[in-house]
T-cell receptor, first 111, second 110 residues
Framework: DVKVTQSSRYLVKRTGEKVFLECVQD?????MFWYRQDPGLGLRLIYF???????EKGDIPEGYSVSREKKERFSLILESASTNQTSMYLC??????????FGNGTRLTVT | QKEVEQDPGPLSVPEGAIVSLNCTYS??????FMWYRQYSRKGPELLMY????GNKEDGRFTAQVDKSSKYISLFIRDSQPSDSATYLC??????????FGAGTTVTVRA
């Protein structure tokens, strides 16, 4: 079974802090994704990566950056956290394009 | 208009009822269709995966795709309290990113 592991289940951060969300997958998948999930809005794609050191903007990249130094690890960075970034963050990986395998999410609260 | 529209719910049904979930879409290039189930405080897990039009059955679950109407459905027969979750439809064109519906929360009452 594919395992996508997100390092934190819950995080509470203060406005202006730099926040790192980590994701690791164990199936040698080329493609990795970061989504945020908000009630009524569904899943929105923030960034994705097709290979090491490669990144592409998704639909809502503003306020975020990513890092992929190793194939199995994809990090999401909030450069200066704001309250409107309070959300559930989901990491996913796949070989090809579908179907995605998701982690259990990180619920981030910015106060 | 969103690319994928999903009935928002929530749905509450008695145990044993048939649950019907629907999504419509606007992009005629979509050809891969998925349903994900998401339990509270968990990530989405793949439930059904279909290519192009037609039906697919897996136990109590049936997925239907009607590409001519740009409409997909998921049916859950003999629903159980363990089916209580949020169901997300997702779809993509060939070699492209997934587009998701907003999700429908289902509660099956014992």
């Amino acid at each position: 079974d594919v395992k996508v592991t997100q390092s934190s289940r819950y995080l509470v951060k203060r406005t202006g802090e730099k926040v790192f969300l980590e994701c690791v997958q164990d199936m040698d998948h080329e493609n990795m994704f970061w989504y945020r999930q908000d009630p009524g809005l569904g899943l929105r794609l923030i960034y994705f990566s097709y290979d090491v050191k490669m990144k592409e903007k998704g639909d809502i990249p503003e306020g975020y950056s990513v890092s992929r130094e190793k194939k199995e690890r994809f990090s999401l960075i909030l450069e200066s956290a704001s309250t409107n970034q309070t959300s559930m963050y989901l990491c996913a990986s796949v070989r090809g394009f579908s179907p995605l395998h998701f982690g259990n999410g990180t619920r981030l609260t910015v106060t | 208009q969103k690319e994928v529209e999903q009935d928002p719910g929530p749905l509450s049904v008695p145990e044993g009822a048939i649950v019907s979930l629907n999504c419509t879409y606007s992009n005629s290039a979509f050809q891969y269709f998925m349903w994900y189930r998401q339990y509270s405080r968990k990530g989405p897990e793949l439930l059904m995966y279909t290519y192009s039009s037609g039906n697919k059955e897996d136990g109590r679950f049936t997925a239907q795709v009607d590409k001519s109407s740009k409409y997909i459905s998921l049916f859950i027969r003999d629903s159980q309290p363990s089916d209580s979750a949020t169901y997300l439809c997702a779809m993509s064109a060939k070699e492209d990113k997934l587009s998701f519906g907003a999700g429908t929360t289902v509660t099956v009452r014992a």
